[in-house]
């Protein structure tokens, strides 16, 4: 079985701050890694992605993510952030085993930039 | 390509009334999945389906929750009858490979 641990339910931070959202996870097998977003009244939308190669992935809106698999890890992090990044951020993550295309999200992480 | 399509987006109904909510995949996706969220719970997965074969519904959390695919392109989820405590946004997911593209969600309410 495999989960995810996102530590900071809120994260707030002033607009053109740098940010990072934590998540680790625990799995037995090899993973994909997966950032959402989800803005209010909105359904999620993936953010960036991990799947092999590079350990640094990039994704829609200046986001980024280290994928650390020692550290069992893949923060996601933008150098400066908006006012409109303001919304929910969710990690999920797939084994390479398991079938279909089944995702175990985490809790969530509130960012909140405030002016 | 329009995305996940969900219908209705809102639904208000009364305790002990029949709900069904909609969803149309991604064309050429042969994964689709039911989750349902709110404040208390977050997101649950309730049940999902591989090329329109029902995989695991061990999230569906009671008989009064049942899903159907009958073909790629359409599934249902219906709730009878339906209680307050079902209150949430239902979301429909479909996937082709690893990542899974979320439709905007049905908001429940029942009164």
């Known amino acids: 079985a495999q989960s995810v641990t996102q530590l900071d339910s809120q994260v707030p931070v002033f607009e053109e701050a740098p940010v990072e959202l934590r998540c680790n996870y625990s799995?037995?097998?090899?993973?994909?890694l997966f950032w959402y977003v989800q803005y209010p009244n909105q359904g999620l939308q993936l953010l960036l992605k991990?799947?092999?190669?590079?350990?640094l992935v990039k994704g829609i809106n200046g986001f980024e993510a280290e994928f650390n698999k020692s550290q069992t890890s893949f923060h996601l992090r933008k150098p400066s952030v908006h006012i409109s990044d303001t919304a929910e951020y969710f990690c999920?993550?797939?084994?390479?085993?398991?079938?279909?295309?089944?995702?175990?999200f985490g809790t969530g992480t509130q960012l909140k930039v405030e002016l | 390509d329009a995305g996940v399509i969900q219908s209705p987006r809102h639904e208000v109904t009364e305790m002990g009334q029949e709900v069904t909510l909609r969803c149309k995949p991604i064309?050429?996706?042969?994964?689709l999945f039911w989750y349902r969220q709110t404040m208390m719970r977050g997101l649950e997965l309730l049940i999902y389906?591989?090329?329109?074969?029902?995989?695991?519904d061990s999230g569906m959390p009671e008989d009064r929750f049942s899903a159907k695919m009958p073909n790629a392109s359409f599934s249902t989820l219906k709730i009878q009858p339906s209680e307050p405590r079902d209150s949430a946004v239902y979301f429909c997911?479909?996937?082709?490979?690893?990542?899974?593209?979320f439709g905007p969600g049905t908001r429940l309410t029942v009164t």
């Open positions: 997911a479909s996937s082709s490979r690893h990542e899974q593209y």
């Open positions: 799995s037995s097998v090899s993973v994909y």
């Open positions: 991990y799947l092999s190669g590079s350990t």
């Open positions: 999920a993550v797939s084994d390479l085993g398991g079938g279909g295309n089944k995702l175990t």
């Open positions: 064309s050429g996706h042969n994964s």
């Open positions: 389906f591989n090329n329109n074969v029902p995989i695991d």
